[in-house]
């Protein structure tokens, strides 16, 4: 709790004040990187592109956030280990949140015909959840963002090739 209040320029007690205990202050910067993915995720869908452009956009914002913590902090697989310990619950709320957002997306896009889920034998709940679930496969062993981005895009245009009408 010193190293993190020195870090935040405020004294232990003044911590002490917004936080029981460093856990604590654990979820509550993981809710906050939980949020801001989702955020990120939710501006992709709704932006500009293709819908394979915005599924694809938003999967990288929602895991890129999280990979960048882990690449960029000496106790990467630590951080991984504590945020599955303590926040196991939040990331289930997340992920629920996340399916629908994609779930709507993958709705909207065979409603307007950019997408023949049927043709593939697929649902708009299905098909959200194998790419969201595909897409968080290639998360674990990617050792970078960019590998990372990289394989999701063959993985989107893969996926979505199957999904186009005609």
Same mark, same amino acid.
């Given at each position: 709790?010193?190293? &993190?209040?020195?870090?935040? #320029? ?14 604590? &202050? ?8 939980? *949020? @801001? ?15 394979? *452009? ?8 929602? +895991? ?6 882990? @690449?960029?902090?000496?106790? #990467?697989?630590?951080? +991984? ?55 968080? #496969? ?29």
């Amino acid at each position: 709790m010193e190293d &993190i209040a020195r870090e935040a #320029g405020v004294s232990r007690p003044a911590l002490y004040l917004h936080f029981r205990n460093k856990e604590e &202050i654990f979820v509550c910067c993981s809710e906050r990187l939980h *949020e @801001a993915g989702l955020a990120s995720a939710e501006d992709a869908l709704k932006g500009a592109g293709s819908v394979e *452009e915005r599924v694809r956009n938003a999967l990288d914002a929602k +895991v890129c956030g999280f990979l960048s913590v882990m @690449a960029t902090s000496p106790h #990467g697989a630590e951080l +991984v280990d504590e945020n599955s310990r303590l926040c196991a619950e939040l990331a289930s709320r997340t992920e629920v949140r996340m399916h629908k957002m994609l779930t709507r997306a993958f709705r909207d896009a065979a409603r307007t015909g950019e997408l023949d889920l049927k043709r593939a034998g697929l649902g708009a709940e299905a098909a959200a959840e194998l790419i969201r679930l595909s897409a968080y #496969g290639l998360k674990h062993p990617a050792p970078d963002e960019d590998t990372f981005r990289r394989r999701l895009k063959a993985l989107a245009s893969v996926f979505f090739a199957g999904l186009r009408p005609g």
